[in-house]
């Protein structure tokens, strides 16, 4: 699409078009660049319009991300929903390997996870960002809810606390998963540093069993009790 | 200290006590504006010297917060040892309590972990990234030779990827735990959308104890088997 046909659009179609053509452009950079390479600039010249013009359907470059990220979030709900709907109950390990793929098979979400908190609820409307975490907090729900209808020892309140926490550490774990290429020689040249490093899919596979296992096993947790406790 | 007698030191423990000085400085100003809004002009301006003055000291604002986390880490592993080195074995709310404590009583090292892998291990030399990550593994292997001290069922490995989770989770957990001013007063206004806000002690309390609890547990998955587990 040219910057020519891009600013003859006037119709509410045509401005959803747009809109898309924006998303789509931001997304295509992050895949490329990383989040936080990407600039407003970058995307108006992606999709082959000035700055101005872009600015007419988001406030900020945030609000383009923050856009992309409730998308994102929809699209991985999508994704439970279609693998676990007709799951048979009682598989933690089916839960665990499908949560670890659909945070790793979608490296713009887990790039915009840890984004979201440090950079992209700064700089946008308080509109903006009621918008997100509305969306963010259903999608939430939303998994908890599917969790916990393959896993039905959980309650629904531990599912919540294990999606939110495979959330979190997907957002956390990609940035590490993921250097510069300046670390990632520094990694390849060194097999000690090299630990430092996270194999991202595996990575949350493991932790998703450690927690799926944990959360049952803690309701009474078998602990020692010593006079330390009362620390 | 003055700008003029800051420039006229030039023996070598006057020179720690200017990196120490410059340390204090992005330490103080991340505490209290968070590390994201510090640059390097703040910190020469907090210390009394000018910019081109504080680059003889540190290669960029980014070295001087690595150095920053560096520091943190070790103060981290003190508090542990002083903690748990005397502690009866076995308890592991014992732990919890103290991981979630020695974490959410530590909000500048919180924000550095968030900010290491997206934003201080770029703009910084290779030998400075090596510096700090043979500090952080040394420290992560530190706590986990400490965990496993007090909970011998636990492996040294497990012991680990429970050090290195709680890491993970404390970088951005603490980041949604301390909102901007404009996102806190959303939470204020709107109890639905502050179920999004989390308190930070109480939940790494828990995610420690989930963890404990299922680092254990997960050795041989309670797992029913089903004909999904072969997706």
Chains 1, 2 share one sequence.
Not at 14 to 34: C, F, N, S, T, V
Not at 48 to 61: Q, V, W
Not at 135 to 163: K, M, N, Q, W, Y
Request: proline share 6%; with cysteine; hydrophobic share 45%.
């Amino acid at each position: 699409m040219t910057a020519e046909t891009f600013q003859r659009a006037r119709r509410p179609e045509q401005k959803l078009q747009r809109q898309d053509a924006i998303l789509d452009a931001a997304r295509d950079l992050a895949l490329r660049d990383g989040v936080r390479n990407v600039s407003l600039a970058d995307i108006a010249a992606r999709v082959g319009i000035h700055k101005s013009a872009l600015l007419r359907y988001f406030e900020t470059r945030e609000q383009i991300f923050l856009e992309l990220a409730a998308d994102a979030w929809r699209d991985w709900a999508r994704e439970l929903h279609a693998r676990l709907d007709t799951a048979e109950p009682g598989s933690a390990s089916l839960v665990a390997e499908l949560f670890a793929r659909s945070f790793s098979d979608r490296p713009v979400l887990c790039d915009l996870i840890a984004h979201t908190p440090l950079n992209l609820e700064r700089n946008v409307s308080p509109e903006a960002v009621r918008h997100y975490k509305q969306t963010s907090l259903g999608v939430v729900s939303e998994g908890a809810a599917i969790v916990h209808s393959v896993l039905p020892d959980l309650t629904l309140a531990e599912s919540r606390e294990f999606v939110a926490s495979m959330a979190s550490l997907a957002g956390s774990l990609w940035q590490i998963a993921n250097p510069v290429p300046a670390l990632a020689a520094l990694y390849a040249s060194d097999p000690e540093l090299a630990q430092a490093c996270v194999d991202l899919a595996p990575r949350l596979r493991r932790t998703a069993e450690i927690l799926l296992a944990g959360l049952p096993a803690s309701r009474n947790p078998p602990v020692l009790r010593t006079a330390a406790d009362s620390v």
